[in-house]
């Protein structure tokens, strides 16, 4: 059935055009047989261009059999470019899982010595960047980024990995504008919007940082770290209730962001809600046990309260984390027990 129904889909226009033919060739042929006598029947002529037509007939099958396997031949080759992609895919995986950022450096050098294909070739720079400028060799991680969009023009991650370098050496006017052509190239793409984001609030441009913030949170509702910088916007002027609400919605897209319970607690501290902020160190503690940070406003809040005993053990343990908390709250420890100690005399 189904071979009949190919059959008649692909001969059912040649056979409309034949019948039309055959129409005009009987006639041809009966003025002809007129015109000598000729001595031949009507079902002559009929038989003949019978024959005529299922040899065109056939003749356009063979022709169509002849596209049908040349599409045949572009699936093949789609479905192997196919699996191809799939592949690196996999490979490009097994490179970022690699402990090391020397190890993907050197994993991806080998696949840019032995590989060809411009596509390739623009991600394997891309990450290698990437790989650049977490170690902090910036001019090689703009080098990468460069040969990556050379590669690949239209490659949205190459111009956000560049910005990212731009933004490391302090050039922002550069970052932006990596940052605005990735987003050209992909209106979609997030953390471009993301990205471009913090860059201006880093120049003190907080209404356009929350545009950007908000759009990314646009095209990804899910998007936590957009939530997060844009509760640091609205903490940086001064909209405490705000910030609390695109923290609380960050920490509930990712439940284990510390930073996002740690800045909550700061919202809540300047609103003067030490409690609540205090459960927020609390958590960020719990999610990030070596969170120094988080010990040392923790301690801040209990000192506040008066309760000394927590402020000297979170001050302790924000040393014991970081050494440069050590000169400040190292004074402020000794004075909270130079004033214990003149309250237990007082009381003697």
């Given at each position: ?142 080098e990468d980024a460069e040969k990556s969009i050379t590669y690949n023009p239209n ?143 923790r301690g801040n809040v209990y000192n506040i309260m008066g309760k000394q005993e ?39």
């Open positions: 059935m189904l071979f009949l129904g190919i059959l008649f889909t692909i001969t059912i226009p040649q056979i409309l055009q034949l019948k039309v033919i055959h129409r005009i060739l009987t006639e041809i042929l009966m003025k002809i047989n007129d015109t000598f006598t000729l001595a031949i029947s009507s079902s002559s002529i009929s038989n003949a261009l019978t024959i005529a037509s299922l040899g065109l007939v056939l003749f356009s099958l063979s022709s169509k059999n002849r596209e049908i396997k040349e599409i045949g031949n572009e699936n093949k080759r789609l479905n192997e470019a196919i699996q191809i992609q799939k592949e690196w895919t996999i490979r490009f995986e097994q490179v970022n899982q690699l402990e090391e950022i020397e190890e993907q450096i050197n994993e991806l050098t080998e696949i840019i010595k032995s590989e060809q294909d411009p596509l390739i070739l623009s991600k394997s720079y891309a990450m290698r960047s990437n790989g650049y400028r977490e170690i902090n060799l910036l001019d090689k991680a703009l490659y949205h991650i190459a111009y956000v990995l560049r910005g990212n370098v731009y933004k490391s050496m302090g050039k922002q006017e550069e970052a932006i504008k990596d940052y605005t052509k990735a987003i050209e190239v992909n209106p979609d793409y997030a953390e471009a919007y993301n990205s471009r984001g913090i860059v201006y609030k880093s120049m003190g441009k907080q209404e356009e940082a929350i545009k950007d913030y908000t759009k990314a949170i646009d095209v990804n509702p899910n998007y936590a770290k957009a939530y997060y910088n844009r509760g640091n916007a609205y903490n940086s002027m001064g909209k405490q209730e705000a910030a609390i609400e695109d923290y609380t919605k960050a920490i509930d897209v990712n439940p284990n962001y510390a930073k996002a319970y740690y800045n909550r607690g700061n919202a809540y501290n300047s609103m003067g809600k030490q409690e609540e902020a205090i459960k927020d160190y609390t958590k960020a503690i719990e999610v990030n046990p070596d969170y120094a940070m988080a010990y040392n406003n927590g402020a000297i053990k979170d001050y302790t343990k924000a040393i014991e984390l970081d050494q440069e908390y050590k000169p400040k709250l190292e004074l402020i420890i000794n004075m909270i027990k130079d004033s214990t100690d003149e309250v237990a005399t007082g009381k003697a």
